[in-house]
Protein backbone atom coordinates (compact mmCIF):
# COMPACT_ATOMS: atom_id res chain seq x y z
CA UNK A 1 0.00 0.00 0.00
CA UNK A 2 1.01 3.36 -1.01
CA UNK A 3 2.14 5.99 1.85
CA UNK A 4 -0.99 7.45 3.41
CA UNK A 5 -1.96 11.15 2.11
CA UNK A 6 -6.04 10.90 3.96
CA UNK A 7 -5.37 12.65 7.27
CA UNK A 8 -9.25 11.05 8.27
CA UNK A 9 -10.97 8.43 7.28
CA UNK A 10 -14.64 7.98 8.50
CA UNK A 11 -16.88 5.17 7.81
CA UNK A 12 -20.30 5.19 8.65
CA UNK A 13 -23.11 2.85 7.77
CA UNK A 14 -25.78 3.61 5.02
CA UNK A 15 -29.12 4.74 6.97
CA UNK A 16 -31.77 2.32 8.07
CA UNK A 17 -33.55 -0.01 5.56
CA UNK A 18 -36.32 -1.98 6.09
CA UNK A 19 -36.10 -5.26 8.25
CA UNK A 20 -38.57 -7.68 6.53
CA UNK A 21 -41.57 -7.35 3.92
CA UNK A 22 -43.55 -5.00 6.58
CA UNK A 23 -43.49 -2.21 7.74
CA UNK A 24 -41.62 0.26 7.79
CA UNK A 25 -40.89 -0.23 4.34
CA UNK A 26 -38.21 1.06 1.95
CA UNK A 27 -39.19 4.14 0.18
CA UNK A 28 -37.00 5.68 -2.70
CA UNK A 29 -36.76 9.08 -3.75
CA UNK A 30 -39.31 8.80 -5.73
CA UNK A 31 -41.44 7.92 -3.02
CA UNK A 32 -42.17 4.54 -4.46
CA UNK A 33 -41.89 1.56 -2.04
CA UNK A 34 -38.65 -0.19 -2.59
CA UNK A 35 -37.03 -2.69 -0.63
CA UNK A 36 -33.73 -1.64 -1.70
CA UNK A 37 -34.09 2.03 -0.33
CA UNK A 38 -33.73 3.47 3.26
CA UNK A 39 -36.96 3.37 5.44
CA UNK A 40 -38.14 6.93 6.14
CA UNK A 41 -36.39 6.76 9.74
CA UNK A 42 -33.50 6.32 7.35
CA UNK A 43 -33.85 9.50 4.87
CA UNK A 44 -34.17 11.18 9.00
CA UNK A 45 -30.43 9.95 9.10
CA UNK A 46 -29.25 11.28 6.09
CA UNK A 47 -30.86 14.76 6.41
CA UNK A 48 -28.72 14.96 9.99
CA UNK A 49 -25.99 13.68 8.39
CA UNK A 50 -25.33 16.62 6.08
CA UNK A 51 -25.39 18.73 9.25
CA UNK A 52 -23.12 16.21 11.47
CA UNK A 53 -20.29 16.90 8.36
CA UNK A 54 -21.41 19.92 7.11
CA UNK A 55 -22.87 22.27 9.51
CA UNK A 56 -24.35 25.16 8.50
CA UNK A 57 -23.85 27.32 11.81
CA UNK A 58 -21.30 26.77 14.65
CA UNK A 59 -18.24 24.06 14.62
CA UNK A 60 -18.37 19.93 14.13
CA UNK A 61 -20.18 18.33 16.78
CA UNK A 62 -17.71 16.68 17.83
CA UNK A 63 -13.93 17.02 17.77
CA UNK A 64 -13.21 13.43 16.45
CA UNK A 65 -15.17 14.35 12.91
CA UNK A 66 -14.25 16.38 9.94
CA UNK A 67 -16.09 18.09 6.97
CA UNK A 68 -15.32 15.81 4.01
CA UNK A 69 -13.07 16.45 1.05
CA UNK A 70 -14.01 12.99 -0.63
CA UNK A 71 -16.68 11.02 -0.59
CA UNK A 72 -16.87 7.29 -1.35
CA UNK A 73 -20.06 4.77 -1.46
CA UNK A 74 -20.63 1.29 -2.39
CA UNK A 75 -21.88 0.89 -6.34
CA UNK A 76 -24.64 -0.20 -7.53
CA UNK A 77 -24.42 -3.75 -8.96
CA UNK A 78 -25.64 -7.16 -10.06
CA UNK A 79 -24.91 -8.86 -6.65
CA UNK A 80 -25.63 -5.50 -4.80
CA UNK A 81 -28.30 -3.74 -5.95
CA UNK A 82 -28.94 -1.65 -3.17
CA UNK A 83 -28.38 2.04 -3.08
CA UNK A 84 -28.85 2.93 0.71
CA UNK A 85 -24.93 4.17 0.98
CA UNK A 86 -25.12 6.59 -2.00
CA UNK A 87 -28.63 7.96 -0.98
CA UNK A 88 -26.87 7.93 2.43
CA UNK A 89 -24.36 10.87 1.37
CA UNK A 90 -26.14 12.30 -1.26
CA UNK A 91 -27.21 15.33 0.68
CA UNK A 92 -23.74 16.25 2.11
CA UNK A 93 -22.48 15.73 -1.62
CA UNK A 94 -24.89 18.28 -2.86
CA UNK A 95 -24.33 20.36 0.40
CA UNK A 96 -20.34 20.04 -0.15
CA UNK A 97 -20.08 20.29 -4.34
CA UNK A 98 -18.43 17.02 -3.57
CA UNK A 99 -19.31 14.06 -6.24
CA UNK A 100 -19.43 10.48 -4.49
CA UNK A 101 -16.65 8.09 -6.11
CA UNK A 102 -18.56 5.10 -6.39
CA UNK A 103 -16.41 3.06 -8.33
CA UNK A 104 -16.42 0.06 -5.91
CA UNK A 105 -18.66 -2.35 -4.88
CA UNK A 106 -19.14 -4.66 -2.14
CA UNK A 107 -15.98 -7.48 -2.18
CA UNK A 108 -13.92 -4.70 -3.42
CA UNK A 109 -13.05 -3.44 -0.15
CA UNK A 110 -9.64 -3.66 -0.19
CA UNK A 111 -9.23 -1.44 -3.05
CA UNK A 112 -11.72 1.21 -1.76
CA UNK A 113 -9.44 1.05 1.50
CA UNK A 114 -6.31 1.74 -0.42
CA UNK A 115 -8.52 4.15 -2.51
CA UNK A 116 -9.20 6.27 0.27
CA UNK A 117 -5.59 6.18 2.20
CA UNK A 118 -4.27 7.45 -1.33
CA UNK A 119 -6.95 10.40 -1.52
CA UNK A 120 -6.32 14.12 0.27
CA UNK A 121 -7.48 15.55 3.10
CA UNK A 122 -10.61 13.92 5.38
CA UNK A 123 -12.56 10.97 3.18
CA UNK A 124 -15.81 9.88 4.54
CA UNK A 125 -17.25 5.99 2.99
CA UNK A 126 -20.84 4.90 3.28
CA UNK A 127 -21.15 0.99 3.03
CA UNK A 128 -22.91 -1.81 4.05
CA UNK A 129 -22.50 -2.72 7.92
CA UNK A 130 -21.40 -6.58 6.91
CA UNK A 131 -18.12 -5.58 4.79
CA UNK A 132 -17.23 -2.51 6.94
CA UNK A 133 -14.74 -4.49 9.51
CA UNK A 134 -13.29 -5.56 5.57
CA UNK A 135 -12.32 -1.89 4.76
CA UNK A 136 -11.16 -1.44 8.58
CA UNK A 137 -9.03 -4.28 8.15
CA UNK A 138 -7.23 -3.19 4.71
CA UNK A 139 -6.52 0.21 6.72
CA UNK A 140 -2.57 0.38 7.62
CA UNK A 141 -3.35 0.29 11.79
CA UNK A 142 -0.61 0.81 14.69
CA UNK A 143 -1.86 -1.22 17.61
CA UNK A 144 -5.17 -0.59 17.59
CA UNK A 145 -7.79 -3.28 16.65
CA UNK A 146 -10.81 -2.74 15.00
CA UNK A 147 -14.31 -5.13 15.76
CA UNK A 148 -14.74 -7.82 13.89
CA UNK A 149 -18.76 -7.53 13.31
CA UNK A 150 -20.72 -4.68 12.68
CA UNK A 151 -23.68 -5.22 15.04
CA UNK A 152 -27.66 -5.47 12.37
CA UNK A 153 -29.43 -3.04 15.32
CA UNK A 154 -26.51 0.10 14.72
CA UNK A 155 -27.28 2.72 12.53
CA UNK A 156 -25.33 5.43 14.89
CA UNK A 157 -21.50 5.34 14.65
CA UNK A 158 -18.53 6.98 12.68
CA UNK A 159 -15.42 4.22 12.65
CA UNK A 160 -13.07 6.85 12.84
CA UNK A 161 -9.11 6.49 11.45
CA UNK A 162 -6.91 9.22 12.42
CA UNK A 163 -3.42 9.42 10.61
CA UNK A 164 -0.17 9.36 13.10
CA UNK A 165 2.51 11.05 10.59
CA UNK A 166 5.13 9.80 12.95
CA UNK A 167 4.17 6.19 12.14
CA UNK A 168 2.53 6.33 8.64
CA UNK A 169 -0.10 4.71 10.68
CA UNK A 170 -3.81 5.24 11.65
CA UNK A 171 -5.11 5.15 14.78
CA UNK A 172 -9.04 3.98 15.41
CA UNK A 173 -11.77 5.30 16.96
CA UNK A 174 -15.69 5.50 17.14
CA UNK A 175 -17.67 8.65 17.28
CA UNK A 176 -21.54 7.81 18.13
CA UNK A 177 -23.42 10.28 15.79
CA UNK A 178 -26.37 10.97 18.78
CA UNK A 179 -28.62 12.58 16.14
CA UNK A 180 -32.03 10.58 16.01
CA UNK A 181 -34.39 9.46 18.81
CA UNK A 182 -32.75 6.24 19.76
CA UNK A 183 -29.59 6.76 18.84
CA UNK A 184 -26.75 5.20 21.61
CA UNK A 185 -23.81 7.09 23.27
CA UNK A 186 -21.93 3.83 23.27
CA UNK A 187 -19.59 1.75 20.98
CA UNK A 188 -18.98 -1.46 19.12
CA UNK A 189 -17.31 -3.63 21.43
Known amino acids: MASPIAHKIMIVRHAEKPTGDDAPYGVN ?3 EQDVEALTVFGWQRVGALAVLFAPSRGPLQSAGLATPDCLFA ?3 AKHAKSERPLDTITPLAHKLGLAICDTYTKGQ ?9 ASKGSVLIAWQHEDIPMIADA ?3 GKDT ?3 KWPDDRFDLVWVFDLDAASGKYRFSQVPQLLLKGDRNSVIE
Open 29 to 31: VKG
Open 139 to 141: IPL
Open 74 to 76: AAV
Open 146 to 148: VPQ
Open 109 to 117: EKALAEAAV
